[in-house]
């Protein structure tokens, strides 16, 4: 099993940033790949970055390439999402999901953290 804590969303204004850390805990070794998803109020999820632990591929969602950057500590088992340019449409929950295994392993799903940009 694979436990996933989302921290750092907030409350910011358009143009600032946050930077958003998934902390992985248990069956570590096991992360094929961890992404980040974000789900605003009366609209569907959305993916929003990714990057695989082996080898470090990126992958951006067109809304965010460019003012987003994923990254990841191995030491620390840990993935970052830093968001600049902050703008009101990214306000949403965003949750860290880690992927087991290969693409299509199981999914672990953290609690989410609240991310709200206000104009």
């Known amino acids: 099993q694979v436990q996933l804590v989302e921290s750092g969303g907030g409350l910011v204004q358009a143009g600032g940033s946050l930077r958003l850390s998934c902390a992985a805990s248990?069956?570590?070794?096991?992360?094929?790949?961890t992404r980040w998803f974000r789900q605003a109020p009366e609209k569907e999820r959305e993916f929003v970055a990714g990057i695989v632990w082996r080898g470090g591929s990126t992958a951006y969602a067109d809304s965010v390439e460019g003012r987003f950057t994923i990254s990841r500590d191995n030491a620390e088992n840990t993935v970052y999402l830093q968001m600049n340019n902050l703008k009101p449409e990214d306000t949403a929950v965003y949750y860290c999901?880690?992927?087991?295994?290969?693409?299509?392993?199981?999914?672990?799903w953290g609690q989410g953290t609240q991310v709200t940009v206000s104009s």
């Open positions: 248990g069956r570590t070794f096991s992360i094929y790949r």
């Open positions: 999901v880690g992927t087991t295994g290969s693409s299509v392993g199981y999914d672990y």
